[in-house]
């Protein structure tokens, strides 16, 4: 069977490597010359045009790394229409659910199958072809597409249709970010009471608290690797995450706040600063009482909302420039901050506005932030 893989990186290449070693006619591909030139592997072929490497296959996987790099790949559907009909995608990037189902409907357009398939266990076990699979797809195509999955896997769930496969790898992901970051918390906080880092670890990895997040986190931190690159790798997943469709929001909210510690302890490695949550409160209210447009906008996250009294909400930093643009323009209010409620999902302030006109206005403020600690939701709540 005809394979092209797109995408030659930690995972891409080790899934490529064992599909040419399970008898796949492989052609790897990368827009990289160096990851391309280091996919040596036997009997298998190599190509820097993603179309090019599409029209010579029959099952086409994709490990790029980002949305962005998705959605530039497929190209409003020239590669699927390069694949061809009866041409079956295999996505084993981890990317937004939403758009995993844009795209397989997208690849529909042109007869193609689409199979969303989050992996699980790094790149030595896709080489052993030990992976856990979460997968999302038509009955029809997983079955096209088996071969390929029972080549990689020791486990694989199908999990529905497209789009639940990147669900389930996203909450895969959380968890394991999240117990990285409670660990790496644990750990600095021993170091901070006095005790060697190696020694605590040893000592807990011998007793009750003894996990593959422990063993692995503390190295996560350690001096001679690019702490940013893996900062910005995990953040996506978070952010993904965080934008789950659940009713159970405080569980979720407390998943994403644990990995928010470990995302914070990266960016402190890598010398990065890390504004607290009040912080960027107390600068909220600075920038209000100054009239600072450009201040205020930056204290929000690319994807914030912000929620006034009476239910509208501005998303993103677009709308709520304009938004926040009238109300500095009408000249109110001046804010004071009265009490504040400290917790682990966010702050809410009690706050006193007083208005041009003299009179007073009472409003409970409710930041959530991100792991930067800019504001990712603000609601504001009138009071009587």
């Given at each position: 069977m005809k394979a092209g893989f797109i995408g030659l990186g930690s995972m891409g290449a080790p899934i490529a490597r064992r599909l040419a070693r399970c008898g796949f006619e492989v052609t790897?591909?990368?827009?990289?010359?160096?990851?391309l030139e280091a996919f040596d592997e036997p009997g298998s072929a190599r190509c820097a045009d993603p179309l090019e490497t599409a029209r010579s296959s029959e099952l086409l996987?994709?490990?790029v790394r980002t949305d962005a790099q998705l959605e530039a790949?497929?190209?409003?559907?020239?590669?699927?229409?390069?694949?061809?009909?009866?041409?079956?995608?295999?996505?084993?990037?981890?990317?937004?659910?939403?758009?995993?189902?844009?795209?397989?409907?997208?690849?529909?357009?042109?007869?193609?199958?689409f199979v969303d398939v989050g992996v699980s266990g790094g790149g030595p076990a896709?080489?052993?072809?030990?992976?856990?699979?979460?997968?999302?797809?038509?009955?029809?195509?997983?079955?096209?597409?088996?071969?390929?999955?029972?080549?990689?896997?020791?486990?694989?769930?199908?999990?529905?249709?497209?789009?639940?496969?990147?669900?389930?790898?996203?909450?895969?992901n959380l968890i394991s970010i999240a117990n990285y970051g409670m660990s790496a918390a644990i750990i600095d906080i021993g170091c901070d009471m006095g005790f060697d880092r190696q020694q605590l670890v040893d000592a807990f990895m011998a007793g009750s608290a003894q996990s593959f997040a422990l063993r692995v986190a503390p190295g996560f931190i350690a001096p001679g690797r690019d702490h940013m690159d893996l900062h910005d790798l995990l953040r996506k997943d978070v952010d993904?995450?965080?934008?789950?469709?659940?009713?159970?929001?405080a569980a979720r909210d407390?998943?994403?706040?644990?990995?928010?510690?470990?995302?914070?302890?990266?960016?402190?490695?890598?010398?990065?600063?890390?504004?607290?949550?009040?912080?960027t409160v107390e600068a909220y209210v600075a920038a209000v009482r100054a009239r600072d447009l450009d201040g205020f906008v930056t204290l929000f996250a690319d994807r914030a909302t912000y929620t006034v009294p009476n239910g509208k909400t501005m998303t993103g930093p677009a709308e709520i420039?304009?938004?926040?643009?009238?109300?500095?323009?009408?000249?109110?209010?001046?804010?004071?901050?009265?009490?504040?409620?400290?917790?682990p999902e966010g702050v809410a302030v009690e706050?006193?506005?007083?208005?041009?006109d003299g009179s007073v206005r009472l409003t409970t403020n409710h930041y959530r932030f991100d792991g930067e600690g800019k504001i990712v939701s603000l609601r504001v709540f009138a009071r009587q």
């Open positions: 790897g591909c990368d827009v990289s010359p160096a990851m996987g994709i490990c790949l497929a190209d409003g559907g020239k590669l699927y229409e390069a694949l061809g009909q009866g041409g079956v995608v295999i996505l084993h990037s981890t990317v937004a659910p939403e758009l995993a189902v844009r795209q397989a409907e997208l690849a529909a357009q042109h007869g193609v199958g896709a080489i052993e072809g030990q992976l856990s699979l979460f997968i999302g797809a038509s009955d029809a195509d997983v079955t096209k597409a088996k071969p390929w999955l029972e080549a990689i896997s020791k486990a694989m769930a199908h999990l529905g249709p497209v789009g639940r496969g990147q669900q389930a790898k996203l909450l895969n993904h995450a965080r934008a789950l469709p659940t009713s159970e929001v407390g998943l994403v706040a644990a990995s928010e510690v470990l995302l914070a302890r990266l960016r402190r490695a890598a010398g990065k600063t890390v504004r607290s949550g009040r912080e420039r304009e938004f926040q643009a009238m109300v500095f323009s009408a000249g109110q209010p001046s804010p004071t901050p009265l009490e504040w409620f400290v917790a706050i006193e506005a007083k208005l041009p």
